[in-house]
């Protein structure tokens, strides 16, 4: 099984995910204008995003949603999963989000065999290129 985090942006339109969570309500560090000219590997703005008071509204119940898709598809050999977080652009709010989920869910990077791999994909970073 792999388990794909895919950041994305609402104005490229929505992927084919089997989790779709929303970052929009995250303060959007594209407004600040020392920060916009970055995006979400940054570590200002990383801090920036997770810095945010409605990020710890947020994170926790976006974690349980991933470990417990997670952990469903384990229980009932299922397929590869696709988890994907969009903001507006999908260049700042979603690629911070995209990160902290895969590395705080519960099986990401796991090395025990038997595990599934995990993958991250920014979609809209790979267009920007």
Not at 86 to 99: E, F, K, T
């Amino acid at each position: 099984m792999i388990i794909k985090f895919l950041s994305f942006g609402y104005r490229h339109g929505e992927p084919e995910a089997d989790l779709i969570i929303d970052a929009r309500k995250l303060k959007n560090p594209y407004g600040v204008e020392a920060l916009k000219k970055f995006n979400g590997l940054n570590d200002d703005v990383q801090h920036f995003v997770r810095h945010d008071p409605r990020w710890s509204e947020w994170f926790p119940p976006s974690l349980k949603m991933v470990n417990g898709l997670i952990q469903h598809n384990i229980d009932n050999d299922m397929k590869d999963i696709t988890i994907a977080v969009g903001c507006v652009g999908g260049l700042h709010r979603s690629v911070v989000a995209v990160l902290a989920l895969a590395k705080n869910s519960e099986w990401a990077w796991s090395p025990r065999k038997g595990y599934p791999e995990t993958v991250i994909h920014h979609r809209e970073l790979q267009r920007a290129k």
